[in-house]
């Protein structure tokens, strides 16, 4: 029996979309071994915990603390590792995020278990047996569990969240004493001026490159962005070149998207952009090179000026939503 112990991320004492994702690979693993799902929010005094029966939690852990209302690394693995051990957990779930990354291996050095990141599946089968992508995503791989517990981060939009008619019972609990002295201590997060969908956890990203030539014309993916309800991302050499922030740069040194659309415009993709987003559900490519590497990887392709061809798409997207 795998009981799953699955990690919460919130920011402003909110919790995040991703969290019903893991919920759904949690519930994939417990129900075929005929474990629990425990779930465990930590944040602030307000921090939300209500309603996560619905996504497939049996219970939760609300670890209410001002002092945990921004990510405190220590803290939070020092008492995430003891809700595991006092769970009898098997399985730590959390999303592959910048957090989750930084997490997940402090807790599982906390727990001596080995840590598998940016997973994109997970089950169940006779041992936990997990997949994820490998030679910048030109290829999967699957791993098996030998050990008896695991750490697991599961890539951002891997899995759809579920929904369940579980009502799910919350407790409370304090934040472990462990790590409270003689540790870092995040005092504060910045935000930007204007606070941007983050391309790792977007449904929709509309990605742009050198191909829109200056940086003023990226408003045509930002245009498209908005008319899809998605977030905008970027090429390493449109970052490289200070048009965009490091923040939307998608792919081996940015960050790694799986979303259920990827619009790439003026991309030539470049092997280390591919490894950023190849694992996208969908793939479309605007490109006027024909034999440009992105289409190899496209699911649709057009080949043209993207001057003429983004704005018309723009406003079709548009007036379909308008019906």
Avoid at 102 to 120: E, F, H, I, N
Avoid at 158 to 178: C, R, Y
Wanted: glycine content about 10%; overall charge negative.
């Amino acid at each position: 029996m795998a009981n799953v112990l699955v990690v919460f991320e919130q920011r402003d004492n909110k919790l995040k979309r991703v969290g019903h994702e893991v919920l759904a690979a949690a519930r994939a693993v417990a129900d075929v071994s005929g474990g629990d799902v425990h779930g465990v929010v930590i944040g602030g005094s307000s921090v939300e915990s209500d309603g996560l029966g619905a996504y497939g939690a049996d219970r939760v852990t609300k670890v209410a603390d001002d002092a945990a209302s921004l990510y405190q690394a220590e803290r939070y693995a020092a008492t995430i590792a003891a809700l595991a051990n006092a769970d009898g957990a098997s399985v730590v779930l959390l999303a592959a995020t910048a957090m989750g990354k930084d997490l997940g291996p402090r807790v599982a050095a906390k727990l001596d278990c080995p840590v598998a990141s940016d997973v994109t599946e997970v089950r169940d089968d006779g041992g936990i047996v997990v997949t994820r992508p490998a030679y910048s995503g030109k290829a999967t791989y699957s791993l098996r569990v030998t050990a008896p517990r695991a750490v697991i981060s599961i890539r951002p939009n891997a899995f759809a969240p579920i929904s369940t008619d579980k009502a799910g019972t919350v407790a409370e609990q304090p934040l472990a004493a462990a790590g409270r002295e003689n540790c870092a201590t995040t005092l504060e997060i910045k935000q930007p001026e204007r606070a941007a969908l983050d391309v790792a956890e977007a449904s929709v990203v509309v990605s742009g490159g050198r191909g829109l030539k200056e940086a003023e014309h990226f408003r045509l993916v930002e245009d498209l962005a908005e008319a899809l309800g998605g977030a905008v991302g970027a090429s390493r050499a449109v970052v490289d070149a200070g048009w965009r922030s490091h923040a939307e740069q998608v792919g081996q040194t940015g960050k790694t998207v799986s979303p259920n659309l990827y619009v790439a415009i003026g991309i030539s993709g470049a092997v280390q952009h591919l490894a950023g987003m190849r694992t996208a559900k969908v793939i479309v490519a605007i490109n006027k090179d024909a034999d440009a590497p992105i289409f190899k990887v496209a699911d649709y392709g057009i080949v043209g000026d993207l001057f003429e061809i983004v704005p018309r798409l723009t406003e079709e997207v548009r007036a379909l939503k308008n019906n």
